[in-house]
Nanobody
């Protein structure tokens, strides 16, 4: 089992910045990729960014150039630095850990990000 705890959400004005953190615990060695997804009411959860155990990153087109994902392996923590935030970035952001063996996803509890115009 893997446990994920997010922090860092909040309210920010458009153009501002926030940094999300996701601390992982448990069977960390089984995880091949971690990342962030977001969801707004009535819509499907969508990928924001991922980072593999090898450090390869991936971003949704809507956040490229504005968001940066990183990790601190010593702390088992993944970060999402969000700059130049827009009102359309408002959502609940979920940390995700993916285990290739069995194709299993673990999820955090979510953290609210609200960007005011």
């Amino acid at each position: 089992q893997v446990q994920l705890v997010e922090s860092g959400g909040g309210l920010v004005q458009a153009g501002g910045s926030l940094r999300l953190s996701c601390a992982a615990s448990g069977s960390i060695s089984s995880i091949n990729r971690m990342g962030w997804y977001r969801q707004t009411p009535g819509k499907q959860r969508e990928l924001v960014s991922t980072i593999t155990s090898g450090g390869v990153t991936n971003y949704a087109d809507s956040v490229k150039g504005r968001f940066t994902i990183s990790r601190d392996s010593a702390k088992n923590t993944v970060y999402l630095q969000m700059n130049s935030l827009k009102p359309e970035d408002t959502a609940v952001y979920y940390c995700n850990a993916f285990r290739t063996y069995g194709g299993y996803h673990y999820w955090g509890q979510g953290t609210q990000v609200t960007v005011s115009s």
